[in-house]
């Protein structure tokens, strides 16, 4: 179990992520570096519409990069190269979102836009299988 938990933090840290936008590029590198981290690896329902994956990854960069807290999002499919000799985790896709603190954590999970997401996806995702993780990176 704990490998697994580890393994779901290092992949959402370094694959399976899509890159920014020009401009939300430019809004994290403004800012620096942020601590804190959610990520969220999801697996949808066996009869969400074929699309349902590639609309979510789009609404992750459309809506959830626009919260005031956020400083930078991540999202996107498993990479076709993964790490090597690890088990690999079954999972549809994966996003990443970096906020200052806890408080900004929670202004995002209270945000309209990401209440607008949860409404518009969550029905696809199959939320037995959600798995989350928010940890406040240590660099030093």
């Known amino acids: 179990m704990r490998r697994a938990v580890l ?22 590198e403004k800012k620096g570096a942020a601590p804190y981290v959610h990520c969220v690896v999801f697996r949808m329902k066996k009869d969400a519409a074929k699309d349902a994956v590639e ?4 609404d992750c960069h459309k809506l959830l990069a626009k919260i005031p807290a956020v400083r930078s999002v991540r999202a996107g499919r498993p990479a076709a190269k993964g790490t090597p000799d690890v088990p690999k985790m079954e999972y549809d896709f994966a996003l990443l979102v970096l906020v200052d ?36 990176n240590q660099s030093k």
């Open 101 to 136: 603190d806890a408080a900004g954590l929670e202004a995002y999970l209270n945000h309209p836009l990401h209440l607008q997401f949860v409404a518009k996806h969550g029905p696809a995702f199959d939320v037995e299988k959600l798995q989350v993780f928010d940890f406040l």
């Open 7 to 28: 393994f779901g933090m290092l992949l959402c840290l370094f694959g399976g992520s899509v890159p920014l936008s020009p401009a939300a590029d430019d809004k994290s």
């Open 55 to 58: 609309s979510a990854i789009a």
